[in-house]
Nanobody, 127 residues
């Protein structure tokens, strides 16, 4: 079992930055692929970014490429999402997730691939 807790959300103006953090507890964090997803008002949960457990390779949604960066610190059991050049359309609840996928493929972009989820943190970008 893995427990995930997000932090770092808030209200920011368009063009600003936020850094989300997700602390994991329970089983060995370093062996999990970690992902960030978001759910905007009236929409389903959508992939944002994921990072491999072994070599820090990453995937990003097209909508955030070049603006968001996912990273992890296995010593701190923490995964981060640095969000720059924020837009009003980035407004959503952001969720951290973990999966025991052993091979890092595009499956790491799918909601259904993830076994554990945090409670979410609200990000609101004003225009």
């Amino acid at each position: 079992q893995v427990q995930l807790a997000e932090s770092g959300g808030g209200l920011v103006q368009a063009g600003g930055s936020l850094r989300l953090a997700c602390v994991a507890s329970g089983r060995t964090f370093s062996s999990y692929v970690m992902g960030w997803f978001r759910r905007a008002p009236g929409k389903t949960r959508a992939f944002v970014a994921s990072i491999n457990w072994s070599d820090d390779s990453t995937y990003y949604a097209d909508s955030v490429k070049g603006r968001f960066t996912i990273s992890r610190d296995n010593a701190k059991n923490t995964v981060y999402l640095q969000m720059n050049s924020l837009k009003p359309e980035d407004t959503a609840v952001y969720y951290c997730a973990a999966t025991s996928l052993r091979i890092f493929t595009v499956q790491a972009m799918a909601v259904s691939a993830y076994d554990y989820w945090g409670q979410g943190t609200q990000v609101t970008v004003s225009s």
